[in-house]
Nanobody, 113 residues
Framework: QVQLVESGGGLVQAGGSLRLSCAAS????????MGWYRQAPGKQRDMVAI???????KYADSVKGRFTISRDNAKNTVYLQMNSLKPEDTGVYYC???????WGRGTQVTVSS
């Protein structure tokens, strides 16, 4: 059974940085695409960043140039480095395997102005 556990969220001022981590178990991590999604209050869950097993990346337009997704296959972990954070980045950030096959429980990110 696949398990994804996110960590690293918190409260940060606008302009600050956070790094989210997602530890995976129960799967051959290296062969899967991993992604980060976020859900703001009252809104749908949207894709933030995707990283395929081959190293290709895709980012939401709103985070390009500020966020970076990466993975450490030896640690079965995917990361999201978030820089120059804005209040509109606030939300619950979820880790996902293979475009929604499995989800973590999420970690809250709050950016104050």
């Amino acid at each position: 059974q696949v398990q994804l556990v996110e960590s690293g969220g918190g409260l940060v001022q606008a302009g600050g940085s956070l790094r989210l981590s997602c530890a995976a178990s129960g799967t051959r991590f290296s062969i899967n695409a991993m992604g980060w999604y976020r859900q703001a209050p009252g809104k749908q869950r949207d894709m933030v960043a995707i990283l395929t097993s081959g190293g290709s990346t895709k980012y939401a337009d709103s985070v390009k140039g500020r966020f970076t997704i990466s993975r450490d296959n030896a640690k079965n972990t995917v990361y999201l480095q978030m820089n120059s954070l804005k209040p509109e980045d606030t939300g619950v950030y979820y880790c996902s395997l293979n475009w929604g096959v499995a989800w973590g429980r999420g970690t809250q990110v709050t950016v104050s102005s």
